[in-house]
C-alpha cells in the first residue's frame, strides 16, 4: 500500500506559478512511476505529466508542455510539479499517483486525495 498527500495548490493570477509536492509513505517509493492528472470543472480526468522510477524519464501532455516539469526526489519519497505561466483553463483539482509510467490513469494503483489549483483571469 502507498499513501499519497498533495499540497502545494491555492488561488492564483493568470501567469503565476506553483509547485505542488506529492508525498509518499508505505511502501517503496522508487518501486513506482509517479503521474501527475487533473479534473477541471465539467471534465473528465485528464493526463498531465509522468516520470519513471528513477526520474530518467519524463513525458508531459502537449497542454502543459513547455509550462509544466514533473520531477522527484526518491530521498524525500516525493514528486513535484512546477507549474509556469498558469492559465485559466488550468484551473483544475490535481491528483498524483502511483504506478506504471504512462498516461493511462488505469495503469496507476494508487491515487492521492488531490489539491484545488485555481488561476484567476
Known amino acids: 500500500q502507498v499513501q499519497l498527500v498533495e499540497s502545494g495548490g491555492g488561488l492564483v493570477q493568470t501567469g503565476d506559478s506553483l509547485r505542488l509536492s506529492c508525498a509518499a509513505s508505505?511502501?517503496?517509493?522508487?518501486?513506482?512511476?509517479m503521474g501527475w492528472f487533473r479534473q477541471g470543472p465539467g471534465k473528465e480526468r485528464e493526463f498531465v505529466a509522468t516520470?519513471?522510477?528513477?526520474?530518467?524519464?519524463?513525458f508531459h501532455a502537449g497542454s502543459v508542455k513547455g509550462r509544466f516539469t514533473i520531477s522527484r526526489d526518491n530521498a524525500r519519497n516525493t514528486v513535484y510539479l512546477q507549474m509556469n505561466s498558469l492559465k485559466p483553463e488550468d484551473t483544475a483539482v490535481y491528483y498524483c499517483?502511483?504506478?506504471?509510467?504512462?498516461?493511462?490513469?488505469?495503469?496507476?494503483?494508487?491515487w492521492g486525495q488531490g489539491t484545488q489549483v485555481t488561476v484567476s483571469s
Open positions: 499517483a502511483a504506478g506504471s509510467y504512462g498516461i493511462s490513469p488505469n495503469g496507476y494503483d494508487y
Open positions: 508505505g511502501r517503496t517509493f522508487n518501486n513506482y512511476a
Open positions: 516520470v519513471s522510477t528513477n526520474g530518467g524519464r519524463t
